[in-house]
């Protein structure tokens, strides 16, 4: 929510939409990413903006920035990093890494814990 309203805020022009995941940005299948790429294929925005790179994309974010542009859409990155390159370049995936693995593995902490929760009080565990 803090990231939108970030983006509204600054944004020069109107709105058309917004996209959002609650996946991470490590996997494929995301319905906001792929509801993204269906409108711009379709030419309904020629701008996305991100509040940081990651958030497109937590790897291969370069890959769906071409693509986007063959659509005639450009990317505009609100708190672009510098070149770290190197080493803090290095230090920063690996860090995203760990970041969305952690997210998924209490994820599925969370999950298991809710089945336990339903088998206990027996409800459907489906």
Not at 55 to 82: I, M, P
Not at 88 to 110: C, K, N, Q
């Amino acid at each position: 929510m803090a990231q939108e309203a970030e983006l509204r805020a600054t944004a020069a022009s109107e709105v058309v939409a917004v996209f959002k995941d609650r996946a991470s940005g490590l996997r494929e299948n995301r319905p906001g990413l792929a509801r993204l790429l269906k409108a711009a294929a379709a030419g309904e925005f020629t701008v996305v903006r991100v509040t940081h790179s990651d958030r497109l994309a937590r790897f291969g974010g370069a890959w769906l920035t071409a693509l986007l542009a063959r659509d005639g859409v450009s990317v505009e990155v609100l708190h672009a990093k510098g070149s770290a390159g190197g080493v803090e370049e290095l230090l920063d995936d690996f860090m995203s890494l760990v970041a969305t693995f952690a997210g998924r593995m209490y994820g599925i902490r969370s999950r298991e814990a809710r089945r336990r929760l339903l088998a206990a009080a027996g409800g459907d565990v489906g």
